[in-house]
């Protein structure tokens, strides 16, 4: 079998010594290309040349283009057929994607290969090209300085497993450590002493010119029986890209043609895989037209999956399928999201679950009272948020008046309509409740409680501070009666919700707690939520530093899904609907 080329004709050489003007070509299975330029000398030029040079000379099955833009000029070309990801600076995650998507080619085009070598062709997997405009941008800022090793890894390791590394810069700072790596050089419009700095030979000044400049020779020009040094440097004159944001020029009339274009849909019949990006903010028209469907070996949820946004790698649904989840908490900073989060959930179960009750316990700061009056109008729903004299009938039939807390009454709730707290537990909340201190209510008089089965279907919304305080009551209600409620939850079909989960410092009790969530959404930047908070929670056994290393920032907007049980975490855009 021959062997793969990928050959681009660039522009032209003026090689003095052979008397010739030949075509200067690259190869980019065995060349990785590093091009130093001024402004305005040419340097996006030469990028959209040689992307159109691909589209021209590879197809779908053998040509894939990943694009990392820090200077905004490419932006045309993010929808071209063999553009597989098109990336800007805007979102840090963008960055950090990239370079994960590519790291599972080399490993994976790696495995393939085992001892061969892509450009011996036996492998059939195809070439991939990383275009990075910029790179002094992207070496300069610190918050990318956990991916300057994974770059040099690309550029040291990608060549022979079919990953040809391409970026311009405008001058060698901080990129030199790099440069072993790179085959072919280019340098465009700069001063004779910046040329000498790069090739380090010294040549003379070729006029301001765009597209002019040096380069030595990597591929042996056709016709030169002459010998010549290749690795020096020659003068070099590019080509002119075509404009391809002119749908009416020959080369987008050529490329529609052979990648079937489809005018109505404004897609690429022959195209590769598409990685796409968010918009600030996701809404539900947005998240319709960016889903992708699961593939078969996912686990296709059930009829009771609640969709909540998008993850930021494959763009699949992200939510909670609540046949299988009946415990859900929300952990995240103050206006990150949380009620936006909560509604989307709360939207999905009174759509799925008309018959249920949804209980809002919240602790008198009152932020669940504007969803409490949108789903009240269509929903059975019960508000427990402040202090408030309540009329209590007591096991003799008499009817008292008591001043409850919100906890005393979320207690009384649970008593009287869901699971009896009089058998097993400590009764000196239930005395408090109803009036047992007064002179003439006796302990006899507290009414016997629920049975533990036959309730109505019911979502607990539970956001009050009170539940996670250091106290008895607080205490036994995760210690003793979740634990109970959740081992008839499935039957009952009780769903319970805690969307604004706070520190616990009790450590059995802050166990407890972990050990009921099934899923759990971070609205949070995880690397310093796991290094402050990681350990009280069920982040506790991750790894701050891989955590940093995998996941960028978040913007607003963005958080994660962790699936318990299944130990799987996800970045995810999050749909905005308030």
């Known amino acids: ?15 003095p010594i052979v008397q010739m003007q030949p075509h200067f070509c ?12 001024s402004s305005m000398s040419g340097k996006t030029n030469f990028l959209k040349l040689l992307i159109n040079c691909l589209h021209k000379k590879c197809s779908r099955d053998s040509e894939q283009i990943f694009i990392l833009d820090f200077s905004g000029a490419l932006l045309d070309y993010r929808d071209l057929p063999l553009v597989s990801a098109y990336f800007d600076n805007s979102n840090e995650e963008y960055v950090k994607r990239v370079f994960k998507i590519l790291e599972n080619i080399l490993k994976s085009n790696t495995k393939t290969l ?5 450009a011996s062709g036996e492998s059939g997997i195809p070439h991939t090209t990383f275009i990075i405009d910029n790179l002094n941008a992207f070496v300069d800022e610190t918050r990318y300085s956990a991916y300057h090793e994974k770059f040099g890894r690309l550029c040291r390791e990608g060549r022979s497993r079919g990953i040809t590394i391409v970026f311009t810069a405008s001058d060698t700072k901080g990129i030199t450590r790099y440069l072993l790596s790179f085959e072919q050089i ?14 380090g030979e010294k040549v003379e000044a070729v006029g301001n010119v765009p597209g002019r400049g040096y380069t030595n020779v990597t591929e042996r020009p056709d016709g030169i029986t002459g010998t010549f040094n290749m690795n020096r440097p020659y003068e070099v004159q590019l080509l002119i890209a075509d404009d391809v944001s002119d ?8 490329l529609r043609r052979k990648f079937d274009f489809d005018p109505n849909s ?3 019949a022959q195209c590769v895989r598409k ?19 699961f593939d078969d070996d996912d686990k296709i949820p059930s009829s009771m999956f609640v969709e909540t946004g998008l993850d930021y790698v494959d763009f699949k649904p992200v939510g909670v399928d609540f046949n299988d989840s009946r415990v859900v908490g929300i952990y995240g900073k103050k206006e990150f999201g949380k009620t936006n989060l909560l509604n989307i959930l709360l939207d999905g179960l009174v759509s799925r679950k008309p018959d249920a009750r949804f209980v809002f316990f919240d602790d008198g700061r009152r932020q669940l009272k504007d969803l409490y009056a949108k789903f009240s109008s269509s929903a059975d729903c019960l508000m427990i948020n402040e202090f408030g004299f309540k009329s209590v009938r007591l096991a003799s039939g008499k009817t008292i008046e008591r001043k409850l807390s919100p906890m005393q009454q979320f207690y ?9 707290l009089t058998k097993d537990y400590d009764n000196s909340v239930l005395e408090q409740i109803y009036g047992v201190d007064d002179v003439d209510v006796m302990i006899d008089d507290i009414p016997d409680g629920a049975e533990a089965t036959g309730a109505k279907p019911t979502v607990f919304i539970i956001q009050s501070k009170s539940v996670f305080l250091n106290s008895k009551i607080s205490s036994d209600f995760i210690h003793y009666i979740l634990p109970e409620l959740l081992d008839v939850a499935e039957e009952n079909d009780y769903i319970f919700i805690f969307s604004d989960v706070k520190k616990i410092n009790d450590a059995e009790v802050n166990s407890v707690f972990n050990s009921t969530l099934k899923n759990v959404f971070l609205l949070d930047n995880i690397a310093e939520f796991a290094s402050e908070r990681g350990s009280k929670s069920v982040f506790g056994d991750m790894d701050v530093k891989s955590l940093k290393e995998d996941y960028a920032r978040c913007e607003l907007g963005d958080g994660y899904f962790y699936d318990v049980e299944g130990d799987s975490l996800r970045k995810s855009k999050f749909i905005k609907v308030i």
């Open 1 to 15: 079998m021959s062997e793969l080329s990928v050959k681009c004709d660039l522009g032209q050489y003026d090689i």
């Open 114 to 118: 085992g001892s061969s070598s892509f």
């Open 186 to 199: 280019v340098a465009l419009g700069m001063s004779p002493e910046k040329y000498s700095e790069i090739f």
């Open 247 to 254: 749908n009416d020029c020959r080369f987008m009339q050529i």
């Open 266 to 268: 404004g897609c690429y």
């Open 412 to 420: 009384r709730l649970i008593h009287e309509e869901y699971l009896s």
């Open 26 to 37: 690259v190869d980019l299975v065995r060349s990785n290309i590093a091009l130093f330029g």
């Open 275 to 293: 990685y796409q990006t968010f918009p600030s903010e996701l809404d539900n028209v947005r998240f319709d037209s960016l889903k992708q469907p």
